[in-house]
């Protein structure tokens, strides 16, 4: 009784009555004398007294057939099959008749009615109290007044398949059967005025379990939605019981007499009788019943709420079709309880500021999550006006994901409510939803609550859960001063870049910092070591370098084990590239190039100049005589590594910067710059070095010597002694001619003709002797050109007699025909014939006329080549013998024609016309 009253009332339904179709202005009425009702497959059906069955549509409209000859007691609409089962009477007396009615099928005007048979399976009578039947078709119970309960097993449309026999006896009427479904598991509920049994039919014997020893009236039972979980519902006056197969469940106090028990949508229909009206008897008529006052309460198990209540006359039955509840009356109206929307209840919760009840009601009714996240919200509003705000933030915490966060936020920035505005944060974390601002507003709610240990506890989650901005989180807290959590943060979700710049600028921890980057895979290790090189190696040189030192040669994480994989070996960083991070530390750059020169030959050229720079600035410092020539011979050892054999373009400038001259020799000798040694010489005034460089390079470069004359020419002083070792090579390899000698000395004061004597009478003695060779060389030649002319004269003037006995070729005696030439020479005419290469030239002498006409050709070919010979005229020292040279060749002469005397006619005055002009003469005589 007590929990009776805690209950709320509400009015969820509506009341109406069903209104004629044919006239509107008139309330629907029912056939006379209804006795047995029922609802399913889109109609409501109705049995009367009269044994017909009524059919009822949506539409209001009624139709009917005869079933039974005397009364319809009960029926069994199917929800899922169109088959009807009902019970009446053909006969008077006590012989009840079920007949199986296929709704779909028709006979005539009526149901096909598939099979007939009687309730009582002996010749025992009794009345039936009850009906029903399972929704697969495969069982049917039957209840008594007597107590038994008759089971129908297999096909219940056809005789043929299906057996019945009695499951269950008694002395206590029946008040009530269902079935229920559980599986392959099927259970039959009996409940009587005194007890409540289940029966397992799916095991052989169905066994049988009593659930309880309180039993309930006629129609007073019911199931709740058929599930795996139904229960069987049993309505007593004191309290109504819900009950598993196998035991008692809930149990609720509704006080009354009962009268009907409904299941309907989740809710529980009870129709209790009146208090003030006076008791009927349980198992009387319908029609001896006189009107009494009914009360109709629908109740809602799970939220704890009445949903409608109200007193009514003269209820014959309450059923459910298309979703609201029709109530019949005993003057055959018939009245219509309509659910609101789920909307409209809401807010009539919502009114009553029912939000829990709200929030329970939409959950049985599956409202969506966007519908449930309204209320969450509104109960949120409506706890926080009222100032519990501990719990307007639970419920707030429940919209995330549907409402706007910053919404929320502002309603808890004040700084009292600081410890709400964190516990939202925090849902709003742990869903993944919060951005990089809730982020920074979470991490501030911690610090300035100075709460710690929540402070780990959210970044200390494990990696798979991290629901925040990492970056933004160590953000704040490195600006808030936490930089311990700030480096946990970034270590932890490798954020590289942020560990080392807090560890070196906020806890200047550099040791650290420099192992944390020999942890590092090479790739990240190489970036980091040029972003804070500089910072590390100020103030930890000797590790930086260390470090720097394996990570340009063969670097392996530090925390890796084991060999290192061919991969990892491959990847050096380049060693040019961290030299500016030793600015202002030349110890350990020196010794960290040292290293890299040492362990990898092939370093970059870079790393060598450097090395070479610091090894000149050592030499140029110091003072010690020994140390510094220890300096100078490791700089030079660099220079003859190798290194420099193709560039030494810097290593030359670095040389002549610290004056370092046996560097700088040793450069310009490497790159045949011999000019450039001996004006380095010049420069400094060493005349010995001047003639030395002349004498070993002299022979690769000629003009040194002309160079070092004219260098000494130009000296004031006394060089008299150089000059003549100069003078002398020039002489002897004949490099400059005799006047440039004297024009080139005449600038020099202190140089006198004593200095050129010897030279200038060795040049005399010289030209004359050439002189002299170069006369008796013309005299002969004009004695040939004589004879050669007096030769030709002969020839053209003169006959020619041939005296040769023997032929030129095979040196035997010539015979008849042979064949002569002007040459002197005679042939054989077959000796002739297999040698001679042409019918107008002499075998033996065509070679050599052959040599001197290619020798013309190509002195003709060479007439115009004009820009060959100002090329040769513009490189050579000594133009005219070039201009002597094509002289001698003939390219200056032109063709002369002259006339020939004897004949008149012209011809050429060259040897080629002369030699082209041999008569042959053949001399053919047969035998």
Known sequence: MAAFLQWRRFVFFDKEAIKDPADSGKSFSLPQGISASDSGRGHIVFGDMSGQIWFLTRSSQLSNFQAYKLRVTHLYQLKQHSILVSVGQDDEGINPLVKVWNLDKRDSSSPLCTRIFPAIPGNKPTEVSCLTVHENLSFMAIGFTDGSVVLTKGDITRDRHSKTHTLHEGNCPITGLAFRQSGKTTHLFVATLEKVLCYTLSVKEYPCTELDVHGCALRCTSLTDPSQDSQFIVAGDECVYLYQPDERGPCFAFEGQKLLAHWHRGYLVLLSRDKKSPNKSQFGSRETLSSEKQILNIYDLDNKFIAYSGTFEDIIDVVAEWGSLHILTRDNGLLVLQEKDTQTKLEMLFKKNLFVMAINLAKSQHLDTDGLSEIFRQYGDHLYVKGDHDGAIQQYIRTIGKLEPSYVIRKFLDAQRIHNLTAYLQALHRQSLANAD?????????????????????????????????????????????????????????????????????????????????????????????????????????????LLKGLCTNYQPSGEGGTVSLETQRKKANSEEFIPIFANHPRELRAFLEHMIQVEAESPQGVYDTLLELRLQDWAHEEDIKKKKALQEEALSLLKSGCYSTVFDKALILCQMHNFKEGVLYLYEQGQLYQQIMHYHMQNEDYGKVVEACQRYGDKETCLWEQALGYFARKEEDCKEYISAVLQHIDRYSLMPPLLVVQTLAHNSTATLSVIKDYLINKLHQESEQIEEDEQKIRTYREETAQLRQEIQELRSSAKIFQKTKCSMCNSPLELPSVHFLCSHSFHQHCFESYAESESECPTCAPDNRKVLDMLRAQDQKRDQHELFQRQLKCSKDGFSVVADYFGRGVFNKLTLITDPPTGKSTTSCLEADLNRDLLIHTKRTS
């Open 438 to 546: 809730h982020t920074t507003l979470l991490l501030n709610c911690y610090t300035k609550l100075k709460d710690s240990t929540k402070l780990e506890e959210f970044i200390k989650t494990s990696e798979s859960e991290v629901h925040f901005d990492v970056e933004i989180a160590i953000k704040v807290l490195r600006q808030a001063g936490y930089y311990q959590h700030a480096v946990f943060l970034a270590e932890r979700h490798d954020q590289h870049e942020w560990y080392l710049k807090i560890q070196l600028e906020d806890i200047k921890n550099y040791q650290e910092a420099l192992c944390y980057i020999g942890r590092l895979p090479f790739d990240q290790a190489e970036s980091n070591m040029k972003r804070y090189g500089k910072t590390l190696m100020h103030h930890a040189p000797e590790e930086t370098t260390d």
